[in-house]
């Protein structure tokens, strides 16, 4: 009885995706669309992008993340973003003035050295719904998925979760990261399971 009671308890918790479409990347002739790098711009949106989620309180259990390189890249400098905010909290459990000054949420940035990556060739190949088994797979003890990846399946994506969305022919720009509340478990996820929290399209300043 207390195992189905926890089972339901899991189901019906709340649970964070976090969908991010890579940072601006080069288009260079002779170079092959897996292996395109971010550009300098690229590079510090990408960290933008993390810092914001480390002060937004969204910084995943588990990332997911397209083998391409410059969704790779994007990973990389995200986490390079979190583990600044992971440094800014003081590891006795203080909460030290520079970290609530910058805005950062100690708890989540601690949070970014326990991380799981999977690099999934389904993000880069697949179609919106090999997408959607791939989140559908994730082990419920995970509260906060980012996932990492392209046009356009990445929008479709954030547009068939929440279809109250007002239709963008451009989808996500660049270093933006849409965020979605499920109800329930992963293998829940589905068209019109997760409504959209909020976006936010990061752009470094000073590039």
Known sequence: MRARAIRQADRMS?????L?????????????????????????????AGAW??????????????????TR???QQVALAFAEASAAAAPDGDIP??????GVDPEAARAATDLQVRFE??????????????????????????????????????ALLDPTLTDDVDGLRTSTAAVHRLTGSWRDCGPGTASLLTTHTARASGV
């Open 14 to 18: 709340h649970r964070t995706l976090v």
């Open 20 to 48: 991010l479409r890579h940072a601006k990347a080069e288009n260079r002739d002779g170079i092959a669309d897996l292996d395109r790098p971010l550009t300098v711009r690229g590079h510090a949106d990408a960290m933008a």
């Open 53 to 70: 989620l480390a002060q937004s309180g969204h910084v995943p259990n588990l990332v997911l993340c397209s083998p391409a390189r410059r």
């Open 73 to 75: 890249q994007t990973w």
């Open 97 to 102: 003035e520079s970290s609530i000054a910058s």
């Open 121 to 158: 060739p389904a993000i880069y190949y697949g179609t919106t719904e090999d997408v959607l088994q791939l989140i559908r797979g994730v082990d419920d003890t995970v509260s906060v998925l980012l996932l990492v990846g392209h046009n356009p399946t990445i929008s479709q994506l954030s």
